[in-house]
């Protein structure tokens, strides 16, 4: 089934680690995002890459990084410079260029910092 | 900047009442995509509805339906004769038309609880 996949589920950091959070998509989709969404609030857009070899900062992209080699995979690193990481982590893709399609959301990692 | 803002915070029904959402949005564009999903408890958001500007008319999907009223700058939704499995937590959404994808900007969610 073509669908967006997220791993792991559940992670737990400790304080000044990096840590990977995982999201592929088999949806044929050149565009991919990464929100966050805090306890009792809606999401808010962290990077997106509309093409391979190409990303964009989104509103919170202080203490993250990305990377998008392949177009079925964009990882999201949480550095030790984000500050308050503790949150649930969603991926999306969507058709490039195109405002009116939705988008496809994975089922979130949820990352806790211990 | 676009904000959107959804006021209630909280619903809690019976199952087979009617269940209205409330939605208002800013922004300075006049071309632009609404949107709302739903985030089951599993976690993934669903896309249920999409509205552009250029459209006021109001239609009925099912037990969903919609409510665009853009002088006053809002997109309600109505979940009819609800059922449990409705519960969930919906997200109101706005997309500029000129924007490359979709860079969404979400309200902060209204959660419906929907009781046997």
């Known amino acids: 089934d073509g669908g967006i996949t997220q791993s792991p589920k559940y992670l737990f950091r400790k304080e000044g680690q990096n840590v990977t959070l995982s999201c592929e998509q088999n949806?044929?989709?050149?565009?991919m995002y990464w929100y966050r969404q805090d306890p009792g609030q809606g999401l808010r857009l962290i990077y997106y890459?509309?093409?391979?070899?190409?990303?964009q900062k989104g509103d919170i992209a202080e203490g993250y990084s990305v990377s998008r080699e392949k177009k079925e995979s964009f990882p999201l690193t949480v550095t030790s410079a984000q500050k308050n990481p503790t949150a649930f982590y969603l991926c999306?893709?969507?058709?490039?260029?195109?405002?009116?399609?939705?988008?496809?959301f994975g089922q979130g990692t949820r990352l806790t910092v211990v | 900047a676009q904000k959107v803002t959804q006021a209630q915070t909280e619903i809690s029904v019976v199952e087979k009442e009617d269940v209205t959402l409330d939605c208002v949005y800013e922004?300075?564009?006049?071309?632009?995509?609404l949107f709302w999903y739903k985030q089951p408890p599993s976690g993934e958001l669903v896309f249920l509805i999409r509205r552009n500007s250029f459209d006021e008319q109001n239609e009925i999907s099912g037990r969903y339906s919609w409510n665009f009223q853009k002088s006053t700058s809002s997109f309600n939704f109505t979940i009819t004769a609800s059922q449990v499995v409705d519960s969930a937590v919906y997200f109101c959404?706005?997309?500029?038309?000129?924007?490359?994808?979709?860079?969404?900007?979400f309200g902060g969610g209204t959660r419906v609880l929907v009781k046997p």
């Open positions: 922004t300075r564009d006049t071309t632009y995509y």
């Open positions: 890459s509309q093409i391979v070899n190409d990303f």
């Open positions: 949806l044929n989709h050149d565009a």
């Open positions: 959404a706005l997309n500029l038309i000129k924007a490359a994808g979709n860079k969404l900007t």
């Open positions: 999306a893709s969507s058709p490039r260029g195109k405002g009116q399609a939705e988008a496809f």
